[in-house]
């Protein structure tokens, strides 16, 4: 399968700082990639599509001002996590779908990096 | 939206035995996978099945499409296995592809 990277794996923070967060396709190539946060217990939320060479989509509810994404490469998406307060205290995945096939028979798959547990304190 | 809808919410088994877990969803879709989490978050994938059925090892799924569910088999099942296994799909007009999950089954088999 295809594997994707996620930087760092575990961060702790003072309030009010910014955390960057990075997501790497390894071996494959992603014009999209997504962002999902997940609260203990829960199950994912999208937050954001993010676009190699545009803007990222984000989902209702999610400032965009807040989480800042960047998709600098075919390989590269980051998250940028603001002023983070406590609140923000989350597990963050990202995930990036390989494509193939035939406009008939197309497959799109997305696997996901093994996520980021960011404690603001 | 779409809504997905996991069963059973939780489910306990003993060592060896067989269980289902079951995946409905309200609207036709063009992608539908499942995945384990394990205990360090790390999402699994296990089948990419938006229709028919196919088999890995212990596991093995089913979607039939024209009825909105997917299920998903657990044979023999091992202390390995335990963790929250997610069904997640993706209609045909979410426009980027975007996965929209179950609220998960969480599996619990003890030896």
């Known amino acids: 399968g295809a594997v994707v990277s996620q930087h760092p794996s575990w961060v702790i923070c003072k309030s009010g700082t910014s955390v960057k967060i990075e997501c790497r396709s390894l071996d494959f190539q992603a014009t999209t990639m997504f962002w999902y946060r997940q609260f203990p217990k829960q199950s994912l939320m999208l937050m954001a599509t993010?676009?190699?060479?545009?803007?990222?989509?984000?989902e209702q509810g999610v400032e965009k001002d807040k989480f800042l994404i960047n998709h600098a490469s075919l390989t590269l998406s980051t998250l940028t996590v603001t002023s983070a307060h406590p609140e923000d205290s989350s597990f963050y995945i990202c995930?990036?779908?390989?494509?193939?096939?035939?406009?008939?028979?197309?497959?799109?798959?997305?696997?996901f990096g093994p996520g980021t547990r960011l404690t603001v304190l | 939206g779409i809504q997905v809808e996991q069963s059973p919410p939780d489910l306990i088994l003993q060592e060896g035995a067989n269980s289902t877990l079951r995946c409905n969803f309200s609207d036709s879709v063009n992608n539908l996978q499942w995945f384990h989490q394990n205990p360090w978050g790390q999402l699994i994938n296990l089948f990419y099945i938006p229709s028919g059925t196919k088999q890995n090892g212990r596991l093995s799924a089913t979607t039939v499409a024209t009825e909105r569910y997917s299920l998903l088999y657990i044979s023999s099942s091992q202390t390995t296995d335990s963790g929250v296994y997610f069904c997640a799909v993706d209609p045909p007009l979410s426009g980027y592809s975007t996965l929209t999950f179950g609220k998960g089954t969480m599996l619990l088999v003890s030896p």
């Open positions: 995930s990036a779908p390989r494509v193939g096939g035939l406009s008939t028979q197309s497959y799109n798959e997305q696997f």
């Open positions: 993010s676009n190699e060479g545009s803007k990222a989509t984000y």
